[in-house]
């Protein structure tokens, strides 16, 4: 069987291995004795920066625990072993962390030797979920300098966007994305959704907010011709630089909890609704105002859907065809309705007028004392009341 290929994003060291070993080994074996010896060790870290997502949650999470006092007392440089999703925001976390490049070549080597006290992928494995709520004791990290908002401010002129006035950014994301990274399908693709089903939500809060289509890379175009929904995606003047400023300007975030959503909740505390979300073990609503609706499990012999309990003890994070077609069971998306009525829930929630029954509360407190079992904290976020009521079996 043909070995997959590499995906695109690898920074790839092997040609020049042969050129920096001889240099850097003696410099790699004296840190680690230096380490051994010193009580303020020296350690390089590296980042994920493959994938927005990951690069967002993952490098503030550990702004915030620098800020909090969790990590020992050390001198600490970070590297990044991949090109990173999105070079904006590379350069606005290099003004907060000590990012630095020139340090991947002594690492590689370090890491090679099984990291000599020196290197460490102990930060590459944090999940950026913000399981600690540390975001919420924390001040934000990233800002804009002048210069990238009046750039930023300048594009936005140019797509008839007007930052003063409230914005929703979607984000749904398509086959078309894993493809264009060169990455294996069959491991995410549980991520993918139609966008058709997101538009009667569109056009819902078009009435109220200018609706921005996101995302780098996708296949299909918009069906609608609302004037207030900008397939941003598909205008041919989509930025890296754009990409964040409008996911930290905006008035909420709409995603399927993919990538550009983690600028909005964990860089710059944003409330985000999320749909079609999996795995439910592994919903980030850590951040006050965030709402989500999952995607269902459903049992192909027996023709229902898994019970919330069923999914805690016997799925877990298992999302994946490869993992779930053996058991016989396929997920389903949410349906455009579903999708829509947490839409309205969204909006309702966030400008005032949305009232909770006491059955509505009493569903909530159900399911988050079900889903609590798992030995995860309280959350701040709320499941969607209308999937609740649809959905019983998620109660049970």
């Not at 990012?99 to 950026?128: A, Q, Y």
Request: aromatic share 12%.
């Amino acid at each position: 069987m043909a070995s997959q290929p590499q995906p695109d994003y690898r920074i790839d060291l092997r040609p020049y291995r042969i050129l920096f070993w001889p240099f850097l080994l003696p410099v790699a074996l004296l840190l680690a004795l230096y380490n051994k010896i010193s009580p303020i060790p020296f350690k390089i870290y590296a980042l994920r920066v493959e994938r927005v997502g990951q690069m967002a949650g993952n490098q503030e999470e550990i702004c915030c625990a620098i800020d909090l006092g969790l990590y020992p007392k050390e001198f600490r440089v970070f590297i990044h072993r991949d090109h990173p999703s999105n070079s904006v925001l590379l350069e606005m976390q290099k003004r907060v962390l000590p990012i630095n490049n020139w340090f991947l070549p002594l690492f590689d080597i370090c890491h090679k030797l099984g990291g000599l006290g020196v290197s460490s992928m102990e930060l590459h494995r944090i999940t950026g979920y913000d399981t600690e709520k540390n975001t919420q004791r924390t001040k934000q990290h990233l800002f804009f300098t002048q210069d990238e908002i009046d750039e930023a401010e300048c594009q936005c002129k140019e797509l008839g966007i007007d930052t003063n006035k409230p914005f929703v950014p979607v984000l749904a994301r398509d086959n078309s994305y894993l493809v264009h990274i060169n990455e294996p399908t069959d491991m995410d693709n549980y991520r993918n959704v139609d966008i058709d089903t997101f538009i009667p939500a569109m056009e819902y809060l078009a009435s109220s907010y200018k609706v921005i289509r996101m995302g780098s890379v996708v296949s299909q175009k918009l069906k609608t011709k609302h004037p207030q929904i900008l397939d941003y995606s598909l205008s041919g003047k989509r930025s890296e630089l754009l990409d964040i400023y409008l996911s930290a300007k905006c008035s909420f975030f709409f995603s399927t909890g993919t990538g550009l959503d983690s600028i909005a909740s964990c860089c710059f505390r944003l409330p985000v609704l999320y749909v079609n979300f999996l795995p439910v073990s592994a919903v980030p609503l850590f951040k006050p105002g965030s709402l989500f609706i999952p995607k269902k499990y459903w049992h192909v012999k027996e023709e229902r859907y898994l019970k919330m309990s069923e999914l805690l003890d016997q799925i877990g994070f298992m999302c994946t065809p490869r993992e779930l077609t053996p058991l016989g069971i396929v997920i389903h998306d949410n349906t455009h309705d579903e999708i829509l009525d947490a839409t309205r829930e969204m909006v309702a929630r966030l400008d005032g007028s949305w009232t909770d029954t006491a059955e509505d509360e009493k569903m909530q407190k159900q399911f988050w004392s079900t889903f609590e079992k798992t030995g995860r904290l309280p959350y701040l976020g709320r499941i969607g009341t209308d999937f609740l009521k649809q959905h019983p079996n998620w109660l049970e």
